[in-house]
């Protein structure tokens, strides 16, 4: 079961902000929100999580709706090198539950 | 963030024949995974390297096709065994830090002929 839904594919101008949905309409009060990004054969790389408060780090913002049953990570000024697949994963417990890849969203940067 | 570094970054290999790949972490760890990624798919777990013990393998794995080594608390094995065209794929580690997240190596393309 797919606990995660993301659209399959998104464009974005350069130097705008990319707006990346995820819904995840049944997540439990314990799970994380988990945000990674694979740019193309490359290993995924971590961008942020959050649990129901706002999170901002120097790559991206993660906001969460105060339901929690959907986020939306911020690309502020979005570059060439953040054309990638974004995986949306959610967990909890992180040292006993596994990440489950699902799809992602390829997000192209269109110069 | 751990820096993780496999070897070989990538091979191309004989059916029947078998390929060891390393992943070495920077820092020590308590948690290291191993994926695979087949072409145009996403990451599926193979296993949970535990250290001191043997490795912890997701549903459709098995340890005679995959076995992992796990000697410390800095690196780990993954070999594929016995390879077929359809274990073309790449191969990743990932460790889990203190704080819960997980970071992955920069991953081994491997094309089995």
């Known amino acids: 079961d797919a606990k995660t839904t993301q659209p399959p594919s998104m464009d974005c101008a350069e130097g705008r902000a990319a707006n990346l949905p995820c819904n995840h309409s049944?997540?439990?009060?314990?799970?994380?929100v988990y945000w990674y990004r694979q740019i193309h054969s490359q290993g995924p790389q971590y961008i942020i999580h959050?649990?129901?408060n706002n999170e901002t780090n120097e790559m991206a913002s993660l906001i969460i709706t105060e339901d929690r049953k959907s986020s939306t990570l911020i690309l502020p000024h979005a570059t060439l090198r953040d054309t990638a697949v974004y995986y949306c994963?959610?967990?909890?417990?992180?040292?006993?539950?596994?990440?489950?890849f699902g799809t992602g969203t390829r997000l192209t940067i269109i110069p | 963030s751990a820096v993780i570094s496999q070897k070989p970054s990538r091979d191309i290999c004989q059916r029947g024949t078998s390929l060891t790949i390393q992943c070495q972490v920077d820092?020590?760890?308590?948690?290291m995974f191993w994926y695979r990624q087949q072409p145009g798919q996403s990451l599926t777990l193979i296993a949970t390297?535990?250290?001191?013990?043997?490795?912890?393998?997701e549903s459709g794995f098995v340890i005679d096709k995959f076995p992992i080594s796990r000697p410390n608390l800095t690196f780990s094995t993954l070999t594929v065994s016995n390879m077929s065209p359809e274990d073309s794929s790449i191969y990743l580690c990932?460790?889990?830090?203190?704080?819960?997240?997980?970071?992955f190596g920069p991953g081994t393309r491997l094309t089995v002929l």
């Open positions: 390297a535990n250290q001191g013990s043997e490795a912890t393998y």
């Open positions: 990932s460790v889990e830090d203190r704080i819960d997240t997980q970071y």
């Open positions: 820092s020590q760890v308590t948690m």
């Open positions: 994963i959610v967990l909890s417990n992180f040292g006993n539950e596994k990440l489950t």
């Open positions: 959050g649990l129901k």
């Open positions: 049944t997540i439990s009060g314990n799970e994380y």
